[in-house]
């Protein structure tokens, strides 16, 4: 993958790290089972694997941080990870909340 620009919600633009991906998902499951086995951290790097792949297709060099979260839930529903799909959502709202604060 190229160097990929993400344009954050306060329109700062950072470098785009995959392992940024991982850990929403990670929290995420930690929130629903609180902690993470050895199987369903392959689910998750396998998960993001495919948004990879999916963000990869897109071919843009600025990618908006909204725009990730769609194809992470959109992955996560293919999936059939729709419980863990809610789950990211609810994080990403809660973290939202905090920001405006």
Known sequence: MSVMLVKKRDERVE???????FHGLERAEK???????MNRKEVLDSIVD?????????AKSEIKSE???????????????????????????????????
């Open 15 to 21: 470098t785009f790290h995959r392992q940024k991906i």
């Open 31 to 37: 929130s629903l089972y609180g902690e993470l086995s």
């Open 50 to 58: 495919t948004v990879l792949s999916k963000i990869e297709s897109l």
């Open 67 to 101: 725009e990730i979260e769609a194809v992470i839930l959109e992955c996560l529903k293919q999936e059939g990870e729709t419980v863990l799909a809610n789950q990211f959502l609810a994080n990403r709202i809660e973290w939202d909340k905090k920001r405006e604060k």
